[in-house]
């Protein structure tokens, strides 16, 4: 057990929150292709209405408070709401393009004590990081702040979201971030925008595409799958809830940053009293891979990742298998054994069934068939309590139109720090 | 260490506590740290304490005796020190 995963397991056991995402501003400097979110219309707290928003966090027992935006060095009170939450005790981190990070500013966030400094950077090559964030020279700018950064001590993990703009971007930060002193996480994550629009999805790498990159692995069941297959369903497929709340510029929150439903108001109620009071903190302390249908039982289970919030988006349904996880976990097993089948659905499936969702049976080495999604009274009765997980169709909550070829999200693992038992 | 200067955490130190047990992660070396019971009641109470006054808590609490105590306390703070987790302040080394 790494540091990170740790911390998880001893929040969980207390039913607190590890970390909490801040997001301070409501505007960015660059213009992102992907950008899930919608900016400028949420409007930003004051200073003063942060420092209670984090007063609370802490009251919570919160560990890390990720600072982000937006861009959330566009607000001049930045530094001081940094020094604040570590004055609170918090392991900090600043999510950041630092584009307008320069020497002195690099000074004082250094002086800060930060435990890290993310900084997105979509490729190694300076034009491709331009075109993803439509600002000119902010390669350059970005990379002179991390050098900056980097020669003041300062820990910084570079973050590379494939697109199609940055093709050759993941292998060529890496290179650089090895270069430079840094942590290099790449992601295939891309999810859809705040308000619903499915823009991002349009600079998508294809499932076969990340493979040939080496994003995705090839995957083959192992010589002890019914193992694997159980330890997998006792696992959480991300920090929904738990380690992934997320705190809008103007102060509601969400279970993360994409799913969509507002547990409180933080201006209105502390942390540890929204969260009491938040009907959804049963849903999402017990939201391990075991609640999720079709997943649970589909042989290509062990190959998956999943996002609700992309699930909910694309497929109408946040406890659901939906299409682009599906493609992914294919050509990850497809690779491996070297082609890929598709018989067409089991007998005793509903007439219609898609067969580019789970779950499915591998009935021979490369040769899968999509089987019925078992749904139980359990299901059920927690779509019936929590509506807006499986919204009704007709209520235009969720886009059901999916795109081909899609992809789904990947959680790459947090930096880990390590672990040490006195 | 002499034991009438204070024990300070350190700036770098960020700490919770979990049930009986504290995390610590030193923003330094992004290194967790679990202690043990009695390792979590030293860390509550070292922050400006003395080592006297950490081997008198320890003492209280603990049935041990105070020879006992002052080794352990020692080791602890000593090796806590040594990784920049803890820091002394005030009087001779």
Redesign the interface.
Known sequence: MNGAQLLRSLSLREGRPMGVHLQVADRCNHSCHHCYQVQGEKGELSFDQLCRIIDGIADAGVFTLNVSGGEATLRPDLLDILRYARGRGFAVRLFTNAFLIDEAYADALAAVGLLEVHVSLYSGVAEEHDAVTRVPHSFERTVGAITALRRRGVRVVLKTPATTLSVRGALGVEALARELGCEHQASTDLTMREDGADAPWAVRVTPEELLRQGMLSPWAPSADEARARAEKLEKYPCGVGRSGLVVLPDGRLQACTDTPNILADLTQAGLADALQQAPERELFEGLTWSRVHGCRDCDLLPACHRCHATALREGGDYLGPYASACARARVRYGAAAGSLEVLPPSADCAPGRDPAVGPYAIVATGVIRPVHDVRTPADEALAQRFAWVRPPVESGLVTLRRKAPLQSSVAQPSSVPQVERV | MNAQRTIHHA??A??????D?V?V?S?DA???????AV?SFLWERCDGATLDSMVAAVCERFAVDEGTARVDVEGFVD?LVARGLLRPEGGAP
Do not use: K, P, S
Request: net charge positive; hydrophobic share 40%; proline share 0%.
């Open positions: 700036r770098d960020v700490w919770r506590r979990y049930d047990q995390a992660i923003l992004n290194r967790v740290r679990l202690f043990n390792g090796d």
